[in-house]
């Protein structure tokens, strides 16, 4: 199979013009357009450990929600783990492709996963965009039945595999409507409130943001790598459509670099 119709297929799903500006989605190291793809393995961070797995695996992809090369790199010495990934992929053969905000953005993406793993109904987006296809940011829906606050959290520990789930004061709330973002969402919290939301999910947001709102709606961080951890189902469930003959193999690594006590 040529490497071409791999990416297509992904940027059919989730078109890179969606990305932010801030972003480097799509093909970071290797592979031309006419190579042959040999497998490939997906994963949410690219780490040594998950290039050398690839190369186990016979894999001559790596599809990555986060980029690898985020920002630019002056050199290439193998100071960093950034560095030392380009050297292993490329001496190994290693392409490396990565599907970020784009994801993100895209309608049945990131968001509308983890909607879907909640149980969300009625979705649409939070902070919608102006683009040929239906795209955004977050997205807000409703539970097909109410929730006490408490419940609603412990739910989604259980659900997400979450060890510790941050959140402002608990009143005695009941949850039906709710707005969430992976990864670092904290900016999508105004149009949560606007929207009407009875609580607000995201992986990651700043302290200061929690200040003033215990009156309005449930706050909760369900950490970033816990929040998008279902990306790889994404990716493997438009490749297996695609491509069925594929080896693809979904790492056996967990990438969150965040432990707990």
Avoid: W
């Avoid at 965009?129 to 520990?157: H, N």
């Amino acid at each position: 199979m040529k490497a071409k119709l791999l990416f297509d297929a992904l940027e059919q799903y989730a078109p890179l013009p969606l990305q932010d500006g801030f972003d480097n989605a799509g093909l970071q190291i290797g592979l031309t357009a006419e190579q042959e793809v040999t497998g490939a393995l997906l994963c949410l961070d690219v780490t040594e450990a998950i290039v050398d797995e690839a190369d186990r695996e016979r894999c001559n992809i790596i599809v990555a929600h986060h980029p690898l090369l985020f920002h630019g790199l002056k050199s290439i010495t193998g100071k960093s783990y950034v560095e030392r990934c380009v050297v292993k992929a490329i001496q190994r053969g290693i392409a490396i492709y990565a599907a970020h905000t784009n994801l993100d953005n895209a309608q049945g993406g990131v968001n509308y996963r983890i909607a879907d793993k909640i149980g969300l109904k009625n979705l649409s987006f939070l902070e919608a965009k102006t683009t040929a296809v239906p795209a955004g940011a977050g997205v807000i829906g409703e539970l097909s039945i109410t929730e006490d606050e408490r419940e609603f959290l412990l739910r989604l520990k259980s659900l997400f595999g979450i060890q510790c789930i941050r959140h402002n004061a608990l009143c005695g709330r009941k949850v039906r409507r709710v707005a969430l973002c992976g990864g670092a969402g904290g900016f999508l919290l105004p149009n949560a409130i606007a929207q009407g939301a009875d609580a607000f999910l995201t992986g990651e947001m700043r302290y200061h943001d929690y200040f003033g709102h215990d009156n309005e709606l449930l706050i909760a961080e369900m950490g970033h790598y816990e929040s998008e951890q279902y990306t790889i189902d994404i990716f493997a469930e438009i490749l297996q459509a695609n491509f069925p003959e594929l080896k693809i193999v979904k790492t056996s690594l967990n990438t969150n670099p965040i432990n707990y006590l």
